[in-house]
């Protein structure tokens, strides 16, 4: 069975700063997908990147990008130029490609962006 | 990405009784997942929606305590019954996009006093 460890329960960051979110997984299968999901006080889990095991390039969008290290099934989050309302929990997933779309969460990191 | 609505947004539940959440998606998706979100937890599959078809459960979920319904394409409900203070969490729905990911619906917060 697969599983996702967010080794980091809480964080804390000044607005413009950058930071990282560490995101390791265990599993067998060599081709997968993994996300990062965003769940601010409002509850509505947001996307905010997605990576498939197969690509080398680590994903990016905008202030966000994935430093993604399969050997060491590591999936960091960094977002660049933090804003207030990045404020929310985080939450590595992981779904296997093959069989059920069966997402397996992490156990969130709760990131604050302070003024 | 698709445009999911639920309802219940919100309810406060009595101990003993049963609550239907609803689950709208705005175009036809082939699967429906509910997931289960209890206070300062992760997010955990209840069970896969088809329509057409019984839905199929995760281990630690049963049909009677969690019954399902998928008439058509864009709809779903999830049932919570004979609800206990442990039932008390987030529910959500959320569907495949093409790409491989899930988009969730805002979630129902359900507390059971």
């Known amino acids: 069975a697969q599983t996702v460890t967010q080794s980091q329960p809480e964080m804390s960051v000044q607005e413009a700063e950058t930071v990282t979110l560490s995101c390791t997984y265990d599993t067998s299968e060599n081709n997968y997908y993994l996300f990062w999901y965003k769940q601010p006080p409002s509850r509505q889990m947001i996307l905010v990147i997605r990576?498939?095991?197969?690509?080398?390039q680590n994903a990016t969008e905008n202030r966000f990008s994935v430093n993604f290290q399969k050997a060491a099934k590591s999936f960091s989050l960094k977002i660049s130029d933090s804003q207030l309302g990045d404020t929310a929990m985080y939450f590595c997933a992981f779904m296997t490609i093959q069989g059920a779309q069966k997402l397996v969460f992490g156990q969130g990191t709760r990131l604050t962006i302070n003024p | 990405s698709a445009v999911i609505s639920q309802k219940p947004s919100r309810d406060i539940c009595q101990r003993g009784t049963s609550l239907t959440i609803q689950c709208q998606v705005d175009?036809?998706?082939?699967?429906m997942f509910w997931y289960r979100q209890q206070p300062g937890q992760s997010l955990t599959l209840i069970a896969t929606a088809n329509q057409g078809s019984e839905a199929t459960y995760e281990s630690g979920f049963v049909i009677d305590k969690f019954p399902i319904s998928r008439p058509n394409l864009t709809f779903s409900t999830l049932t919570v019954s004979n609800m206990s203070p442990e039932d008390s969490s987030i529910y959500l729905c959320?569907?495949?996009?093409?790409?491989?990911?899930?988009?969730f619906g805002e979630g129902s917060r359900l507390t059971v006093l």
């Open positions: 959320s569907v495949e996009g093409r790409a491989g990911e899930l988009f």
């Open positions: 175009s036809q998706v082939t699967m």
């Open positions: 990576q498939e095991a197969y690509k080398q």
